[in-house]
């Protein structure tokens, strides 16, 4: 009851927080708007470009948005949390369902401006790219708090998951194919993580047409099991953190 209880807290207070912030809910409709007329329209293969975009709108959504953990110990509610009844677990769980459902959010938005690629796979390939969207904001929601929950300063944060998030992102496959790259990047690639989430949204929305892209199943498998990984590594940090530290 503990564990639920608090999992529901957290993820609630995630998103009251979010409606009220009125330039913080118009940033995660209009960015996307944004990105999308001022580099989707200027790149060649709107088709191919899409995939990748998403994918670069919802990791950076994601990965920022845990920047409220480095908020939330300077104000003391993170020491709250560590003193209360309820196991770490649920803590970790319930941040990161919390912005994992706001990254969604602003991905789904993102995935509205599809029909402008002149491309549009059925509402099942919707349906599953949906899905496929909430596994990539869960991942890198977790990859976010893996490093927030080490991070004293919202600077240093913005500087070591830029240093994190863009160059893994250039790698993915999201510009060009792993088929034209050379032999040593395409090995950079298929050893990338990002690589396969990119795969899994490429194959949800194209249904298995995107010929040299890992397969959907492979994709997604790969995908959650680096997420479960990663959430492993974060529960293990709130565990070993002392309420004293936060004192």
């Known amino acids: 009851m503990h564990f639920w209880l608090a999992v529901g807290t957290l993820w609630r207070r995630d998103l009251v927080r979010f409606w009220r912030e009125k330039a913080r809910v118009l940033g995660y409709v209009g960015s996307p708007l944004v990105f999308w007329l001022l580099i989707g329209s ?36 993170l020491l709250s949390m560590l003193v209360s009844p309820a196991p770490r677990s649920s803590m970790v769980l319930g941040k990161i369902l919390g912005s994992s459902t706001l990254a969604w959010i602003q991905g789904v938005v993102f ?17 599953g790219a949906a899905a496929v969207i909430f596994l990539i904001a869960f991942t890198f929601t977790v990859l976010g708090f893996a490093i927030a929950w080490q991070m004293d300063s919202t600077q240093g944060f913005h500087a070591v998951m830029n240093l994190v998030l863009l160059p893994l992102w250039l790698v993915s496959g999201a510009l060009f194919p792993i088929a034209s790259a050379h032999g040593w990047v395409q090995w950079l690639m ?31 498998l790969v995908t959650a099991a680096f997420a479960i990984l990663l959430f492993a590594a974060s529960t293990m940090f709130a565990r070993r953190t002392s309420a004293g530290s936060f004192a």
């Open 111 to 127: 995935l509205c401006f599809l029909p402008a690629t002149g491309y549009w796979p059925g509402a099942a390939g919707i349906l």
């Open 42 to 77: 200027g790149f060649g293969d709107l088709a191919f470009f899409f995939p990748g975009a998403l994918v670069l709108t919802v990791m950076f959504s994601a990965a920022f948005s845990t920047m409220s953990l480095i908020e939330d110990r300077r104000e003391g509610f």
């Open 190 to 220: 298929r050893l990338n993580p990002v690589t396969y989430t990119v795969a899994a949204l490429r194959q949800s929305l194209e249904r298995g047409a995107a010929a040299g892209v890992p397969p959907l199943s492979t994709s997604v």
